[in-house]
């Protein structure tokens, strides 16, 4: 272990911060170090004030009170330029691209590359090029518009710009939840070459094994306070991470699998569904009850699988039905109809009002619901949604907030209960706990086994092997857009499952 606090000079210090928004205090008296070379990991569940805490270092935020010292020098930072010029390079979470431009403008937004006083689009090009070679992406071509590239591919640039000048810190808020696991050996590699390099890492990730891998130190937050400072990640035992994170102690975070009875009837049958020209044919079926899993890594397919189910891509050839009824194809309106539902990968772009209340959010699919002869009852609509904040345990308790403030993980938790407010016989899940914490996660996956057990059919597409076997009954493997293996989560695990995706992507 290197570069730990007592050896060497903190690289930044940040002293009694405190950040407060309209009728909330993000952050109270909020002390945090950080060493040259270590990767000092900053836990806490949703709403905890992480990303607050990291926007203030990276002068997108102004604190309200406290002190930053960085490299030596007292710094106040009023915009994120500042930060940047002082050599502190961000990763954000919701990923602040230019969709319209090219990958390698995205890259040098703001420092474009000059010669003799003209901008070099060539020495972008290769500079570029080259960066993305280093992240393990040489496929990600510098012309491609980034508003194309998957979201995983977009993390990738975000991480290529964060790197393209010269940094002694660079800040990573949740990288890893729109990666698979090789994407975050890759990443893992280019944080190992940075600190051998004396570079400092904040790391903020809600996966703990995650931190195990690549941390040196953590800090803990809660409720925007830090709860605990500077534990060694050697020394510390999950348990007493999760107690500090959410006062509590969970034993396991996956409820019991719910026996199911094999006479069970299907609910949705899917009968040799060809996705695209040239695909295998897909069959498979969910019966009342059953949680189905889909295992396989990011571009394998999975999601292609769930949207081609749902209408949002039009199959070639095949069926879909539910209850024994068949759906046209290509009409996400007919699988509403039918009784399906959607929670995408993509929460931001495909499923949330953000700039919306709450209630308008819950209350979207289901609109028909509220209304008494063309009004929209709004005592109605503000209970309704403040049972689905009770039962999500959203954080903070207010139906009248605007989606956008709300933490990442909380924002995730209403995609999942607006469907279940609208109560549905189908349930397509597309990773569903990217992002949230511990504590949430354990509760979202107590809900969905409680839909199951009220009788709805499920499908999780997850990238957490852990949780595909945690939650589900059965388990298809997808590589490369066809189904490799089948079996009950029972009997599966997630050296198999790998070997599995492994041996599929190389047929
Ligand atoms: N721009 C804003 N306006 C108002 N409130 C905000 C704003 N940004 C954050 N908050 C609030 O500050 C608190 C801390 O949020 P923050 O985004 O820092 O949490 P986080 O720890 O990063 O959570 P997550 O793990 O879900 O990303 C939350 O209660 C959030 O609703
Ligand atoms: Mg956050």
């Known amino acids: 272990m290197t570069g730990l606090a007592g050896s060497h000079p903190a690289l930044l210090q940040m002293r009694g911060i405190e950040k407060r928004f309209p009728g909330i205090i993000a952050l109270h008296q909020v002390t945090f170090d950080v060493a040259p070379g270590e990767v000092h990991c900053l836990l806490g569940q949703n709403g905890a004030g992480k990303s607050t805490l990291i926007k203030v270092l990276a002068g997108v935020h102004q604190p309200n009170a406290g002190r930053i010292v960085f490299d030596g020098q007292d710094v106040d930072f009023s915009s994120p330029d500042d930060a940047i010029k002082a050599g502190i390079g961000t990763m954000y979470q919701e990923l602040d691209l230019v969709e319209s431009l090219t990958v390698a403008e995205n890259i040098f937004l703001g420092h474009e590359q000059t010669r003799g006083g003209f901008s070099s689009r060539k020495s972008e090009q290769s500079k570029a090029r080259e960066l993305l070679a280093r992240l393990g992406h040489p496929e990600i071509s510098p012309d491609m518009e980034v508003g194309e590239l998957s979201a995983a591919g977009q993390q990738i640039v975000s991480m290529a710009r964060a790197l393209s000048r010269e940094v002694k810190l660079i800040i990573m808020d949740e990288p890893s939840a729109v990666l698979d696991s090789e994407e975050v050996a890759n990443l893992f590699d280019t944080v190992r070459t940075l600190t051998a390099n004396g570079v400092a890492v904040i790391y903020i ?45 969970i034993s396991s975070i996956f409820p019991p699998v719910r026996s199911l009875d094999e006479r069970t009837p299907p609910v949705l049958e899917v009968k040799d569904l060809v996705i695209a020209p040239g695909h295998q044919p897909i069959s498979f079926s969910v019966r009342a009850g059953e949680i189905l899993g889909l295992a396989g890594l990011v571009g394998s397919g999975r999601s292609e699988i769930l949207g081609a189910v749902y209408g949002s891509t039009k199959a070639v050839s095949g069926s879909v039905a539910v209850d024994g009824k068949k759906i046209r194809s290509g009409s996400t309106v007919a699988a509403v109809n039918a009784g399906m539902g959607l929670c995408p990968e993509e929460r931001k772009s495909q499923a949330l009002l953000l700039d919306d209340t709450l209630i308008a959010n819950f209350t979207l699919p289901s609109i028909g619901r509220f209304a008494t002869a063309g009004f929209t009852d709004g005592a109605r609509e503000y209970r309704a949604s403040m049972e689905q904040i009770e039962k999500l345990e959203l954080r903070p308790a207010d139906p009248r907030r605007e989606a956008r403030t709300l933490s990442g993980g909380n924002q995730q938790k209403i995609v999942l209960g607006r469907w279940l407010s609208h109560g549905c016989r189908v349930l397509l899940l597309d990773e569903p706990t990217r992002g949230v914490d511990v504590g949430a996660r354990s509760e979202i996956y107590q809900l969905v086994s409680e839909l199951a057990g009220s009788g709805i059919a499920i499908i999780v597409v997850s990238s957490e092997l852990e949780e595909v076997l945690g939650l589900c009954h059965q388990v298809l493997v997808v590589s490369e857009q066809r189904i490799v293996h089948r079996a009950p989560a029972g009997e599966l695990s997630e050296h198999q499952i790998l070997d599995l995706v492994m041996e599929g992507s190389t047929l």
């Open 205 to 249: 990730s809600h996966r703990l094994e995650e931190i195990r891998m690549i941390g040196d130190r953590i800090t803990v937050l809660k409720d925007g306070t830090a709860a605990a400072s500077n534990l060694l990640v050697s020394e510390t035992p999950n348990a007493e991470l999760i107690r500090y994170m959410t006062g509590r102690t």
